[in-house]
């Protein structure tokens, strides 16, 4: 088992920057991928970010961006603290959505959300225009 919680959202100004922390638990929590994924009222949720598991690549990458996102956010993760950040600079009324961070087995893709078999329980993001 692996339990996962986020902290860091809050209401931030357009062009403004926040970073989301997942912190982890659970014996085996450096094994698995690490993903961010956000939902906005009334849309399905969507990929963010993904960064692989210790020490792995997937075919010679560490992370994944949606195109949304690129050049804006930033994934990294400290496995000696369990936990993965999601640095957002630039941020965009359309960043408004609640964020989740979620495990994926190395196996899984590190894109979609029924891969993932753990999820937070979400934070807040909330951008003025």
């Known amino acids: 088992q692996v339990q996962l919680v986020e902290s860091g959202g809050g209401l931030v100004q357009a062009g403004g920057s926040l970073r989301l922390s997942c912190t982890a638990s659970?014996?085996?929590?450096?094994?698995?991928?690490m993903g961010w994924f956000r939902q906005a009222p009334g849309k399905e949720r969507e990929f963010v970010a993904a960064?692989?598991?210790?020490?792995?690549?997937?075919?010679?990458?560490?992370?994944y961006y949606a195109d949304s996102v690129k050049g804006r956010f930033t994934i990294s993760r400290d496995n000696a603290k369990s936990t993965v950040y999601l640095q957002m600079n630039s941020l965009k009324p359309e960043d408004t959505a609640v964020y989740y961070c979620?495990?994926?087995?190395?196996?899984?893709?590190?894109?979609?959300?029924?891969?993932?078999?753990?999820w937070g329980q979400g934070t807040q993001v909330t951008v003025s225009s």
């Open positions: 979620a495990a994926v087995p190395p196996s899984g893709s590190p894109k979609k959300p029924m891969d993932y078999d753990y």
């Open positions: 659970g014996r085996t929590s450096s094994s698995y991928a």
């Open positions: 960064i692989t598991w210790s020490g792995g690549t997937w075919s010679g990458r560490r992370t």
